[in-house]
């Protein structure tokens, strides 16, 4: 399985490609940079994009997703995304004045991805791990010895919670997956985060200050 990091433009979040090596196919994981940016990536690594998948979808990483969609056809996947048809929720402000739209997906996924599944593309095979707290949407994909943490655990922090900002916000939900789901694995599982540079498992477990000692 080849791996390559895009790191993002504006809002400075990473995109995945995940190559199989046989194949040459890949996924592209949250496509939250200019969509030529990834489609040059593709040529050059001479990749076929078999897929589009969000860790969740916050406009940092699914910015690109139309246009990378159409230029290449390829269907995404992604977890109990909100119907782009429903209307948007209103957010419950904290902070007086603040104004803030909802992100939603300019169409539906091609397929919803559930607790637990295991999306297979030729050799790769990544399972779903619902990790709700940043979001309520939020899921991690773990196989082949990584996990790509979409904005659940990255290196020496953990996503952002803003009650009432964003829909599914809830720490302590977080710190639940976190706990339950991502430090059970082992300790050399790398984790590719939704920002910032790669970490491991083990690495988050002995040294994240966000996670307490009972991670420890």
């Not at 199989?20 to 076929?48: H, N, W, Y």
């Not at 339950?180 to 540079?197: F, N």
Request: charge should be negative; include cysteine; glycine fraction near 10%.
């Amino acid at each position: 399985m080849l791996v390559q990091t895009l790191a993002g433009d504006s809002f400075n979040a990473n995109c995945y490609l995940v190559a199989s090596e046989t194949s040459r196919r890949c996924l592209v994981i949250d496509p939250g940079v200019q969509a030529e940016r990834i489609l040059t990536a593709v040529r050059e690594g001479g990749f076929s994009v078999a897929w589009i998948v969000l860790t969740h979808a916050h406009v940092d990483h699914c910015s690109g997703l139309a246009p990378l969609r159409e230029a290449t056809g390829a269907p995404f996947a992604a977890y109990q995304a909100d119907d782009p048809a429903e209307p948007p929720l209103a957010p419950h402000l904290i902070i007086p004045g603040l104004s803030f739209t909802p992100f939603r997906l300019p169409f539906a996924p091609d397929r919803r991805l559930n607790d637990g599944e295991v999306l297979i593309m030729d050799d790769i095979e990544l399972t779903v791990l619902h990790t709700p707290g940043h979001s309520a949407d939020s899921i991690c994909l773990h196989g082949h010895g990584v996990v790509f943490s979409g904005d659940t655990l990255m290196r020496g922090k953990i996503g952002a919670v803003l009650p009432g900002l964003f829909p599914g916000y809830d720490h302590g939900r977080l710190l639940d997956s976190i706990h339950r789901i991502l430090l059970p694995l082992a300790d050399e599982t790398i984790v590719y985060p939704g920002h910032g540079r790669a970490t491991t498992i083990g690495e988050e477990r002995a040294h994240n200050p966000m996670l307490g000692r009972e991670a420890r």
